[in-house]
């Protein structure tokens, strides 16, 4: 079927559309995660919430959708160190200030730079997502009202082997109604010492939404 799909789309009119709007033709079709799409209870019929994914990375806009999150698109949006990063800041700000409960900002560029193996571009992007994202959204949340923060990897992707691995991550969960110190940092070794030493991830949209104790 892959290879039949060469010949099919060598002169498929789709691609000649493409290639007159100088875009790169699709030049196969790839099976790759046989199965079917899960069956996943939506956040709007678990909580009775609206909300929306922002990211470049269509595996994460896809889970997004399956639970029922709006996608946003924001452009230039790369998924890499020269992403949109100030864009989805404001995108995710627009969708709250326009009656959304929850947005879901993902930023792919400290997990390409794990696997390309550079300390440098790690650094890099963490503190761009600090200072483009993070640091916007923290800025622009108190004009909407009371509001909470959840700030997390979904994996790890060490340096040392440059591909994705099982430890527990590390998360903070800021509300703006208590008061904060912020004398301490977010790290694995701050977290693993936290009031929440290990939690299950499917707990942690619950815990966001105040329903788990």
């Known amino acids: 079927m892959i290879e039949r799909s060469w010949e099919i789309l060598a002169d498929h009119p789709v691609n000649r559309e493409r290639i007159v709007k100088g875009q790169a033709p699709a030049n196969s079709i790839w099976f790759w995660g046989q199965g079917r799409p899960p069956r996943l209870a939506t956040l709007p019929e678990r909580f009775g919430i609206r909300g929306v994914v922002i990211s470049a990375v269509d595996l994460i806009n896809g889970l997004g959708r399956l639970v029922g999150l709006e996608v946003v698109r924001v452009p230039g949006a790369t998924g890499y160190l020269d992403s949109n990063l100030y864009g989805k800041a404001e995108a995710a700000l627009a969708a709250l200030a326009e009656g959304c409960d929850l947005a879901y900002v993902h930023v792919e560029a400290p997990d390409e730079a794990g696997h390309e193996g550079s300390p440098a571009k790690k650094i890099e992007a963490i503190e761009l997502f600090d200072a483009k994202v993070v640091g916007p959204i923290l800025a622009g949340l108190p004009g909407l009202g009371p509001h909470r923060?959840?700030?997390?990897?979904?994996?790890?992707?060490?340096?040392?082997?440059?591909?994705?691995?099982?430890?527990?991550?590390?998360?903070?969960?800021?509300?703006?109604?208590?008061?904060?110190?912020?004398?301490?940092?977010?790290?694995?070794?701050?977290?693993?010492?936290?009031?929440?030493?290990?939690?299950?991830?499917?707990?942690?949209?619950?815990?966001?939404l105040e329903k788990y104790p």
């Open 149 to 208: 923060i959840l700030v997390l990897p979904d994996h790890a992707t060490p340096l040392a082997v440059r591909t994705h691995t099982r430890e527990p991550v590390p998360f903070v969960l800021y509300d703006s109604r208590e008061e904060h110190s912020f004398a301490r940092g977010f790290s694995e070794a701050e977290a693993a010492s936290g009031e929440w030493p290990e939690v299950p991830g499917p707990r942690l949209i619950e815990m966001l």
